[in-house]
């Protein structure tokens, strides 16, 4: 069975820094992803990465501010998030699929979520 759990989220301040973990079990060597959903908005693409980690892609909101990596050894993709702002407040969810893409409907696998709160 897959499973992918998301953690490291939390409440910071603006400017402040998190990095968040997705730990995948039933599954390996996927290209992986983040998303995320902010109140009243559409779920977006934050950044993906490839199965070996050679190729990362960003949204335009978050390059230079973010960076997706994996450990493959520990089946695990992380998303460090500096610089942040109010406007990253969102539920934060990463996906695994056989592609990368930054596109939602690539991806099979959805982890439950983890809530990041940029405070002014």
């Known amino acids: 069975q897959v499973q992918l759990v998301e953690s490291g989220g939390g409440l910071v301040q603006a400017g402040g820094s998190l990095r968040l973990s997705c730990a995948a079990s039933g599954l390996t060597l996927r290209s992986m992803g983040w998303f995320r959903r902010a109140p009243g908005k559409e779920r977006e693409f934050v950044a993906a990465?490839?199965?070996?980690?050679?190729?990362?892609y960003y949204a335009d909101s978050v390059k230079g501010r973010f960076t997706i990596s994996r450990d493959n050894a520990k089946n695990t993709v992380y998303l460090q998030m500096n610089s942040l702002k109010p406007a990253d407040t969102a539920v934060y969810y990463c996906?695994?699929?056989?592609?990368?893409?930054?596109?939602?409907?690539?991806?099979?696998?959805w982890g439950q979520g983890t809530q990041v709160t940029v405070s002014s």
């Open positions: 996906a695994a699929g056989r592609g990368t893409t930054t596109q939602a409907m690539g991806y099979s696998y």
């Open positions: 990465i490839s199965w070996n980690g050679g190729s990362t």
